[in-house]
């Protein structure tokens, strides 16, 4: 499930719950906004128009599942150790992508049927805030233009993720492994994603029928973007659904102002953290986990 662009929204108007301290001088343009927005589902644009490609790594399945506090953990340590601003301002585009994949499940599930899959919710939902902020119609805009030099870790966000990947899920992969994802992504917004006429509808449809049967697989036809907002995914009518263990009934808006409310929480776990000499607290806290870790000198 792949949410890029709503996490880039979030970004946006999540960076004034940053400490200034580390946001001061940092670059925080659209594009590395974008380019960060990407990092938590880069596996799903490994190879992805490829039939016989394996992901053997499946990283963005790993880091969404159980063992994210520890590789978030892992992160901050390194981040704080290197002493790097902008290692330091990743670990929060780590931990925002994190609440919203957390708050955005429960919804999309709710609101995904046969006919309208959670791919479909997705891209609906992404769609949505594209045309909503920037007046444009998503599904004829070029983004890896509009996005233009966003597909790209450099060396400094490999020298964070790279031992954290490591000690966490017990492999190597990160440089190269991040370096074609994200070669991935700049294929896939830039060729994939769109069409102006509908004709790669059916290419699609005929290439999942032919070639795409590999169990887990993304379906083609899922690539492109709607070209009309089915309102009824916005929940404007106020649909009652479950979302972790409470009853809520959320527009889609609405659902946006909770997850700020939620990502404010979180921006604070890190603020606690890398402002006052790695105060675990609040972080044990949040997560409801006890690490019992020797300070590091």
């Known amino acids: 499930m792949n949410l890029s662009i709503l996490n880039y929204y979030i970004f946006k108007d999540s960076l004034r719950f940053i400490h200034p301290q580390i946001t001061y001088l ?8 974008f380019k960060y927005a990407l990092f938590y589902n880069a596996g799903e644009f490994y190879k992805i128009f490829n039939p016989f490609k394996k992901d053997s790594y499946q990283i963005s399945a790993k880091i969404k599942g159980d063992l994210f506090p520890y590789f978030l953990k892992e992160c901050m340590n390194t981040a704080y150790l ?24 429960p919804y999309i599930e709710a609101f995904s049927t046969k006919k309208k899959n959670k791919d479909y919710v997705a891209k609906t939902i992404e769609s949505y805030f594209f045309n909503k902020n920037e007046k444009i119609r998503i599904h ?27 000690r966490v899920f017990g492999f190597f992969c990160s440089k190269n492994y991040y370096l074609e994802c994200y070669n991935g992504a700049r294929f896939y917004y830039d060729y994939l994603s769109r069409s102006t006429t509908g ?23 899922t690539f492109l973007y709607p070209k009309k907002i089915d309102t009824t995914i916005l929940n404007l009518t106020k649909q009652s659904y479950t979302s972790h263990d409470t009853e809520v009934n959320y527009t889609l808006d609405e659902l946006y102002q909770q997850i700020l409310k939620e990502i404010r ?27 019992k870790e020797k300070k590091q000198n």
């Open 265 to 291: 929480k979180a921006c604070e776990v890190l603020n606690n953290y890398f402002s006052y000499d790695q105060n675990l607290k609040s972080f044990e806290k949040y997560f409801n986990l006890n690490f």
């Open 140 to 166: 004829k805009t070029n983004l890896a233009n509009y996005f233009f030099d966003s597909f790209e870790l450099n060396q400094t966000d490999i020298a964070l993720i790279d031992k954290p990947i490591k």
């Open 82 to 105: 290197h002493a790097k601003e902008a290692e330091k301002l990743f670990c929060y585009y780590i931990f925002m992508s994190h609440v919203i994949e957390q708050q955005m499940t």
């Open 199 to 221: 004709i790669k509808k059916p290419l699609y449809a005929l290439y999942d029928f032919f070639l795409n049967h590999r169990k887990h697989k993304r379906k083609a036809k």
């Open 26 to 33: 940092q670059d925080t343009s659209n594009q590395i906004l």
